[in-house]
């Protein structure tokens, strides 16, 4: 049975796993270079059972060719894949226990549904009864039960993906990976399917190694998040992680926005992290050094980075006195965008340049009711909010 802690797999689909604490994929020292390009640098790394990971990164920062090495289109050009603990170098893609799904889904036109979902049964030489039973499974999990003698050419993009989506999981593979699937379907449709393939993936408990340049849609769909950029890992961690503790000014930047205040280290405590960071215009901001791996020098240049929803925008006069452990600055509204749930105040500051904040919008201020154009405000966060940035 697989381990999951929350649901058994209400499935035949879901893969029956054996004793085995391995981890369903593990990557070791990869390197895939393409001539001179550097494609994945020296990755290591391990996807538990039944999660879902995934791979967050611009384009050509190797999540594709991350994804195909797993699957055995590509080999590395130096280190180890492992499956299950056994090492696939040279184990053709058909002879590994993984399947893929594709942003360009490909089903065959000449095939219905039913044929196209039992493609990989037919190749295997699985009984007819066998197939029709499994396919009539896989379609079920993918809400098309019923579609099985129906043309692929009728089916909407997202019921297409569906039938890739079922295609893949009638072969009941310990690992299903997912490069981008979702990347042709419009917002709406996207975000359904965002919630529909987590919801997949926690009923049959299979895992999902998932490529994505959408930060957002990692943010909802993922159990641990790896960013990418340059064919490194930049960090990988649970969404709430990265987005509170970013290591570096890349991950702070792609996944969300967040104010970068640059200054000097002027006192860090290597055990706790704590640290106070001074500015040219004379801030003293204290924080955490959010990387546990940095090793800064004091009087190194850093950046404070500030989520904008963490700060605070009043009138100038409205605040009360700012408390210990709280920041202070003034600034000049030049710009209130009304963004539904919330307003979007940009604040030129002497002391940290333009500033992004945001707030929440209490319901009954149609209009998100606040500082406007022009508005002297004060801008306040806690030192809690300070996550100081050593690369
Ligand atoms: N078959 C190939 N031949 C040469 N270069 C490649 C090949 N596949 C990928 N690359 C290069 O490797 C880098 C990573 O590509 P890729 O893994 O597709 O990135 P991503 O999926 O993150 O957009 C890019 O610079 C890309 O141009
Ligand atoms: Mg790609």
Redesign the pocket.
Known sequence: MTTQANAEPTSTVARTHGGSEQPDVRISGVTKRFGDVVAVDEMDLAVERGSFYSFLGP?GCG??TTLRMIAGFEQPTSGEIYLAGEPVAGIPPYRRNVNTVFQHYALFPHMDVARNVGYGLRQKKTSKADETRRVGEALELVRLGGYERRRTWELSGGQQQRVALARALVNHPTVLLL??PLGALDLKLRKEMQLELKALQQEVGITFVY?THDQEEALTMSDVIVVMHHGRIQQQGAPAELYERPVNRFVANFIGVSNPIDGQLAEHDPVTGRAVVTTERGLRLTGLVTDPAAHPTIGQHVIVAVRPERMRVEPVGATEPVEAGWNRIEGRVHQGTYLGEQTEFRVTTDAAGEVVVRRQNASGTATGAGPGPGDAVVISWEDSANLILVA
């Open positions: 384009s999540k594709t490069d981008e490529v």
